[in-house]
Structure formats: C-alpha cells, structure tokens
C-alpha cells in the first residue's frame, strides 16, 4: 500500500497523449523552415526593393551617387562584419532566440528608415538594420541544418532558397507598385507586417536548438580582430572608387585588412575556443563552396545593381515596368532552387554548380551584348538563364558549407555563407561599378569631344561624370532640342559600354567558379561528425 502513491503522483504528472495545441508542433521541421524562411525573408525582400527604389529616394532626397550607393553598402557592411559572430552567438545561446531578435530589431528599424528625410540619418539606420538582420540569416541556416535529418537537408535547403528566392522575386514588382502609387517609404514599412509573421510563427514553431555546451568562454579578442578586418575589406573595397585602386589610402586600408586578418588567423589558431575554428578550411569542399558563394552574389548583385539604371534612365521604364523586366531572373530562382535540391540529392553538388556556373556565364555575356538599339525585351531571355544558373549554385554552395561543418557549428557555418553572400555583393558593387565608371568616363569624355561641344570643367565635368555613370544625360535647363538629343546618345552610348565591359568581367568570374565548382563534393553528418562522401 505504501507504493501506490508515488505510482498514482507519477501518473498525475505524465503529460496527457492527446492534449491538443500549438505546442505538439513545435519544432516540426517544416514548419520551422516557413517560420525561418519567414524571417530571412525580411533580407532578401529589402535588398531588392531598395534597388528599385533607389532613383527615388536619390531624387527625392536629393542625394549623390556615393550616397545612394552607401544606402545600399551601409547595409552590407555591417551584414559582413557580424554575420559570423552572430552566427557564433546563436551556437552559444542557441538560435532561436538569437533570430526572434533579429527579427523584432529589422522591423524597428524598417519603421525608422521609414519615417527620416535625411539620407546621412538613412544610412545610419541601414547599418542598424543590417546588424539587426544579421541575427537573422546565419541562424536561419542553422535551425534548419539542426531541425532536419541529414536525408533531407537538402531538400529543405532546395526549399529555403526558393522562399528567398521568391521574396527577392517579389521585391521588384511590390518594390515597384510601392514607389509609383505610394512611396518609396513604404518600401520599408512593408517590413513590418512579414517581420510581424515571422515573429509569431517563430514563438509558436520555433524549438530552441542544442547550444554548445563545451564552449566555457566568448573570444572576445577573435570577434574584435574578424570585425575589423571585414571592416577594413568591406570598406576598400566600397571607398576604392572613390580614392582610386592606386591610391595610397586605399592600397593603404587593403594592407591593414591583411594585417588584421593575419592577426586573427594567429588567435584562432591558439585560443582553445575559437570563434571561427581554423579546422573548417581543412574541408576543400568546404573552402570551395565559401568562394564559390563570394562569385554567386558578385554576379547577383553587381547585375541588379545596374540594371536598375539601365531599365530606368536609359530605357525610361518606370518602377513597376522594370520589376516586371527583371522578373525572370528572380522568378527561375524560385522555381530553380527546389530543383536544384532534387538534382543534388540525386548527382551531388558539383554537376549542378559546374553546370549552373556555365550558364551564368553564358547569360552574363548575353547581357554584355546590349547596346542602345536593344529593346528592354531583349534582356528577358538573358535574365531567365541567369536566374535557372544561379539557383543550383546557392543551394549547393550552401549544401555543401552547412553539410561540411559539425552540428555544433551550424550557426558559424551559417554566418560563414552569409558572409561570404555579403562580401561577393560588395565586391560586384565595387569591381564592376570601377570597371564601368573607368569605361563610361573614357567614352563619356571622347563622344563629348567628338561631338564639338562646350567643354566641360572642374565641378561640372565631375557632376556629368556622376550623371552618366547612373545612365542620366547631363542636360541643362534650356537646352536646345537638337543639342539635347547628340548628348543624351552620348549619355547612352557611354552607358552602355561601361555596363557591357562590367558583364563580361563578371562573365569571366563565372567561368573561374565553374573550375572551382569542381572541387566540391556532398557532406552529410553522423551524430555530429562530418562524413564526405
């Protein structure tokens, strides 16, 4: 008799079976991924707005291309400088709480962003927000890679890409309905209502992940010395344009990256507790994949950067019109990135992302053989092959970073990726907008010649430069017709010759990544360890 009532307390405490409720979900794999990709969402969604609707904001704020270009860099800076110490952050406090931050801080500052008419007060909000979604991106990943058995990450990556893929996808054409029948403010503001989402599938379905428990310290001085070398790149490589690639300042601030970086590479192979652990590179695939994702958002990026101009200033497409131009590069990203998980499952990463590399390659050539007689339909066949080339890349490239690394090291290799995301886009922006300003000034000076007109000086020739560079002819007010006319062909034509000298750069990248796609392999984990096959 005595037994009888710890057995009927311990009967009591026993959950009940069939209890209904959000809470027999949580941490179902799938709907972790829609909640997760909800949040990640936010980034992509932003990046492709904001491209859309940069002439508006540089016209109605009244801001210079270097500002309009630190509206976007700003962001990516401080993306690339905290994505690997955020990602560092969720495997020590575990990722879910980590991204539900994230996601609240993006939408704040979205709001912010919003409401400033001042563009130095934008760009300081842009660095919030890019710090905010930093929690976002590198912890999603992880989620995802502890969520998931190992059979079938790569679907769920397939998945993943495609959700983002849609969101940028859908970044135009709102992006674009946004600025021409409300605001271009309202292209933050639609933030807040998908960050909103996000949060509350994240407390519902989110189930907190395993934190690193060996871990006994935060290195401190690895976070310190990584940010500043990320600092010191990202910032060459942004300022380059300016300064000039030859400039003391910048061979200058390149040199201090390599200084810093070198001294974090020496920490990190010391301290006990790394923040990025130096055995992760011992992986080829591993190495390969991280390059490989620098090339992707090269290409991406430096190809919608200029586009957006091309569309807009030399076509004069309004908004909507050229979102729907640009539609089929993202869209054959959505749809491209669940069948890349499927090829991969079936013949591994490196056929895809040898193969997807080609035809980047073949669609960014393409689109280096515009001139001003090509309509804005001509783009839509080369958009669509470099959205079908560039979805197998980001899903295996990511495959294979995330399957290479330890579980416990989800969250670095997801702020690995992210990273590299974030650097391959500044240096596209960078590189290709040198090359292309490089070309267009050279053309722009020798048509204008040419054509006998007044000459251009000083703090005029540098304000048409700027102009040009953006497809915008330096016309003044009252300028004959006929006159107007010779200098906007000379506007385009120079335009035009940068942007296709900057393609076929960006072209030969491609190929480059197609070798090096041939160094990857898949790798999936067994109870924590990583298997290469």
Not at 66 to 95: C, E, M
Not at 320 to 338: E, F, I, N
Request: with cysteine; net charge neutral; charged share 10%.
């Amino acid at each position: 008799m005595v037994s009888k009532p710890p057995l009927a307390e311990a009967s009591v405490q026993k959950p009940a079976p069939a209890a209904p409720g959000i809470r027999r979900l949580r941490g179902h794999p799938w709907l972790s991924l829609l909640a997760v990709a909800l949040g990640v969402m936010l980034v992509a969604l932003d990046g492709t707005i904001v491209a859309i609707a940069s002439p508006a904001i540089q016209k109605d704020l009244d801001a210079s291309l270097p500002d309009i270009q630190w509206v976007t860099n700003a962001y990516l800076l401080a993306l690339a400088v905290s994505l690997i110490t955020v990602g560092k952050l969720g495997d020590r406090f575990g990722h879910t709480r980590i991204f539900l931050m994230g996601a609240v801080g993006f939408v704040a500052s979205s709001v912010g962003i919003g409401l400033t008419s001042d563009i130095k007060v934008m760009i300081g909000l842009r660095v919030v927000q890019g710090l905010f979604g930093a929690m976002l991106q590198p912890t999603a990943l992880g989620i995802v890679r502890a969520t998931f058995p190992p059979e079938k990450l790569n679907s769920a990556i397939g998945i993943w890409g495609a959700v983002v893929a849609a969101s940028t996808a859908a970044g135009p054409i709102v992006g674009g309905l946004l600025v021409e029948h409300v605001n271009w403010e309202s292209c933050f503001y639609v933030n807040v209502p998908v960050g909103i989402v996000a949060v509350v599938m994240g407390l519902l379905f989110l189930k907190d992940t395993e934190r690193d428990q060996d871990s006994k310290s935060f290195d401190v001085p690895g976070i310190v010395l990584l940010s500043g070398a990320l600092f010191l790149l990202v910032w060459a490589l942004i300022k380059a344009p300016d300064y000039g690639w030859g400039d003391a300042k910048t061979l200058g601030f390149f040199g201090a990256t390599l200084v810093v970086g070198l001294l974090f590479v020496l920490r990190e192979s010391r301290t006990k507790e790394p923040l990025l652990p130096l055995r992760l590179f011992r992986s080829l695939p591993l190495s390969a994949g991280t390059v490989l994702i620098v090339m992707l958002a090269f290409c991406l990026f430096g190809a919608m950067f200029y586009m957006t101009f091309y569309l807009q200033n030399v076509h004069g497409m309004s908004a909507v019109d050229a979102g729907v131009r640009m539609l089929p590069l993202t869209g054959l990203l959505v749809v491209g990135s669940p069948l890349a998980g499927v090829l991969i499952n079936r013949f591994g990463p490196r056929p895809p992302i040898v193969v997807g590399m080609l035809v980047t390659a073949g669609a960014l050539f393409g689109l280096g053989g515009l001139d001003t007689g090509s309509g804005a339909n001509d783009t839509l066949v080369w958009f669509g092959m470099l959205g079908l080339g560039l979805a197998p890349i980001m899903v295996g490239a990511t495959e294979v970073i995330v399957g290479h690394a330890e579980v416990e090291l989800a969250g670095v290799a997801g702020g690995l990726q992210s990273t590299a995301m974030q650097v391959g886009g500044t240096l596209g922006t960078a590189v290709l907008g040198a090359v292309m300003t490089a070309k267009v000034n050279d053309v722009f000076t020798e048509r204008w010649s040419a054509a006998h007109l007044p000459p251009l000086r000083g703090e005029q020739l540098a304000q048409a430069k700027e102009a040009v560079s953006v497809g915008v002819a330096p016309v003044a007010p009252k300028t004959p017709a006929p006159v107007a006319e010779v200098i906007t062909n000379i506007t385009h034509h120079a335009f035009m010759d940068g942007m296709s000298l900057a393609f076929v750069v960006a072209g030969v990248v491609a190929l480059v990544g197609a070798a090096i796609g041939l160094l990857t392999k898949q790798g999936r984990k067994v109870e924590g360890t990583a298997v290469h096959i």
